[in-house]
């Protein structure tokens, strides 16, 4: 296993469902990122947490909300997408907060929202 | 803002030859870093080999090679002994090296699709 665990690996939802993905890391990393990879599109930075508080948010619509609870788990609450939200969302943690020395990556969550 | 091209969509190569993937980026910073990361179907994306742009000596990590020029703002990566396992998307990354700036703040290019040949 990678290190860094994500939950579900794929998810269909509603426009009017809400649910929740999950990251969890057991490396005793500082920082903790959210990205987002659509087909043909660089990956966007989303969410960063160090040492679980959020200190940016890349202007990300309000039906996503992150929470990290402690330095280990990380969630990305998820209601009334659109269809164009549908991607991969990568889950990354860091061992320093600058994320300096590379990032150790999660295998994401696949989610269609139809 | 800082920006990374990658001109290659697709690459193919031979197994057990050698293949070298392109990356620019553009900043007018002079501290940084710059990543390769691999991608396979498995979805997990993997640090492939780290440069720090104050650093002359191009980085390397066994069979993987980087031809780092900062004053053409070039970051190629070379495969060498090109294995059926390298096969997989490779993203360029950029990030500040100016703490303080915008955190965890990777810039990605937008990949190149490797596939190699038996």
């Known amino acids: 296993e990678t290190g860094v665990t994500q939950t579900p690996r794929h998810l269909v939802m509603g426009m009017t469902n809400k649910k929740s993905l999950k990251c969890e890391q057991h490396?005793?990393?500082?920082?903790m990122y959210w990205y987002k990879q659509s087909a043909k599109k660089p990956l966007e930075l989303m969410f960063v947490?160090?040492?679980?508080?959020?200190?940016e948010n890349n202007s990300v619509p309000s039906r996503f909300s992150p929470e990290c609870p402690n330095s280990s788990h990380l969630f990305l609450h998820l209601h009334t997408l659109q269809p164009e939200d549908s991607a991969l969302y990568l889950c990354?943690?860091?061992?320093?907060?600058?994320?300096?020395?590379?990032?150790?990556f999660g295998s994401g969550t696949r989610l269609t929202v139809v | 803002a800082q920006t990374v091209t990658q001109s290659q969509p697709e690459m193919s190569v031979q197994e057990a030859e050698t293949v070298t993937l392109s990356c620019t980026y553009d900043?007018?910073?002079?501290?940084?870093?710059l990543f390769w990361y691999k991608q396979p179907p498995s979805r997990q994306m993997i640090l492939v080999i780290r440069?720090?742009?104050?650093?002359?000596q191009n980085a390397t990590e066994n069979r993987f090679s980087v031809n780092f020029q900062k004053a053409a703002k070039s970051f190629s990566l070379k495969i060498s002994d090109s294995q059926l396992g390298d096969a997989a998307m490779y993203f360029c990354?950029?990030?500040?090296?100016?703490?303080?700036?915008?955190?965890?703040?990777?810039?990605f290019g937008k990949g190149t699709k490797l596939s190699v040949k038996p």
């Open positions: 990354a943690s860091s061992q320093d907060w600058w994320g300096n020395y590379g990032y150790t």
């Open positions: 490396l005793g990393h500082n920082a």
């Open positions: 947490y160090s040492l679980e508080e959020r200190v």
């Open positions: 900043t007018s910073e002079s501290d940084y870093y």
């Open positions: 440069q720090e742009a104050y650093k002359q």
């Open positions: 990354a950029y990030r500040s090296a100016v703490n303080g700036g915008s955190q965890g703040n990777l810039i």
